[in-house]
């Protein structure tokens, strides 16, 4: 089937964004600024929707874990959905998404709103993103997304995909990215859309991005330099010779973390955009050690007046925070849900993981 025309979505959206604003609930007009300050202390739930159908949403129910997250100072939750694996009307290729599917995922989002948390519902992908046909795919996946929340209220964003596989060059993303963003407009011409880099949201390839100009975007970054200290053993792009890899906090270990943030910052605030800091992180296999002198510095890196501002409060992310693992805190204030200790407020952008 030959694919639309930038220019004739850019028609499109014209003639049914009229009709959309009609059918979407009215959202106060949030500026960028206001939307980032939403998203400033944020939990990623990464197997909530990784698997067609599990028991994880019962023992959120049962430990009322949005509530606990809100009382001790959270505002944002953040879910990975993986269309490889969601549950679809039929095997066929190209079957939309199941209405129970779509159902289940309301019910997260809404309970996690009436505690009055944001959600960011991101797409993952398994698949290959640089084949023509899982493109086609996830556009229609946003599409029917997209609709399916028209009407919810304006804190609820749109992540376009998280660190996804395949080789993408900047102008290749560009263009998927904005395919993604028309096709969410369609329905949601005012929601706010979170897009990042491309080659798994590099920093340094923010100022790659093209797209057109749009008030309802945020940018997207994550920072796992240097892999070979924070991607030990992680799947897919850990490798087993890094394990036992250190990060000793050297002076030169230090500047190219500070380099990196400057220039990620640097760039929003000439291009005027808001950043969103999705995973600052390293792995649990990592030195205990290394990863306290990883801890510390990534605080106070995203500390620093010039990166708070940018980031809204975010300091640092962390990746998964599961329950047998110890998790190295750099504050003596702490809190538990079931068997996981959170310390609060410290953890500005976690990832949780229940098992």
């Given at each position: 089937m030959k694919r639309l025309s930038i220019g004739g979505l850019l028609a499109l959206v014209f003639i049914f964004t009229s009709c959309a604003s009609l059918r979407t609930a009215p959202t106060p007009d949030h500026t960028a600024e206001e939307a980032q300050k939403l998203l400033a202390r944020g939990v990623t739930m990464p197997d909530l929707f990784g698997q067609n159908d599990g028991p994880l949403w019962v023992t959120y129910q049962q430990l009322d874990v949005f509530r606990e997250l809100a009382k001790i100072g959270f505002d944002a939750i953040r879910i990975p959905i993986n269309l490889t694996r969601a549950q679809r009307m039929t095997t066929a290729p190209g079957a939309e998404l199941s209405e129970a599917w779509l159902a289940r995922l309301e019910r997260v989002v809404r309970q996690a709103r009436r505690a009055k948390l944001s959600v960011v519902i991101v797409a993952r992908m398994d698949a290959d993103i640089s084949d023509p046909a899982t493109q086609q795919q996830l556009i229609a996946d946003w599409s029917q997304i997209a609709w399916h929340f028209r009407s919810a209220d304006d804190r609820v964003y749109f992540e376009l995909i998280e660190n996804f596989d395949g080789e993408m060059n900047d102008a290749a993303w560009s263009r998927l990215a904005e395919e993604i963003r028309l096709a969410i407009r369609l329905s949601n011409p005012d929601r706010f859309l979170i897009v990042s880099a491309a080659?798994?949201?590099?920093?340094?390839?923010?100022?790659?991005?093209?797209?057109?100009?749009?008030?309802?975007?945020?940018?997207?970054?994550?920072?796992?330099?240097?892999?070979?200290?924070?991607?030990?053993?992680?799947?897919?792009?850990?490798?087993?010779?890094?394990?036992?890899?250190?990060?000793?906090?050297?002076?030169?270990?230090?500047?190219?973390?500070?380099?990196?943030?400057?220039?990620?910052?640097?760039?929003?605030?000439?291009?005027?955009?808001?950043?969103?800091?999705?995973?600052?992180?390293?792995?649990?296999?990592?030195?205990?050690?290394?990863?306290?002198?990883?801890?510390?510095?990534?605080?106070?890196?995203?500390?620093?007046?010039?990166?708070?501002?940018?980031?809204?409060?975010?300091?640092?992310?962390?990746?998964?925070?599961?329950?047998?693992?110890?998790h190295l805190a750099t504050t003596p204030r702490q809190h538990t849900i079931g068997q996981i200790t959170l310390p609060a407020l410290e953890l500005i952008h976690i990832n949780l993981t229940l098992h």
């Open positions: 080659q798994r949201y590099n920093p340094a390839r923010l100022a790659h991005l093209d797209l057109p100009p749009d008030s309802k975007l945020l940018f997207a970054f994550s920072y796992n330099e240097p892999l070979s200290f924070t991607q030990q053993r992680a799947v897919p792009r850990g490798d087993d010779t890094w394990q036992g890899e250190l990060w000793n906090g050297t002076e030169q270990e230090t500047r190219r973390i500070e380099q990196d943030l400057d220039n990620a910052t640097r760039w929003a605030s000439e291009h005027n955009r808001k950043l969103f800091c999705s995973s600052f992180s390293a792995t649990a296999e990592a030195d205990p050690e290394s990863r306290m002198r990883w801890d510390r510095l990534r605080c106070a890196s995203l500390g620093k007046p010039r990166h708070r501002v940018e980031l809204s409060g975010l300091r640092w992310a962390g990746r998964n925070l599961r329950p047998r693992v110890a």
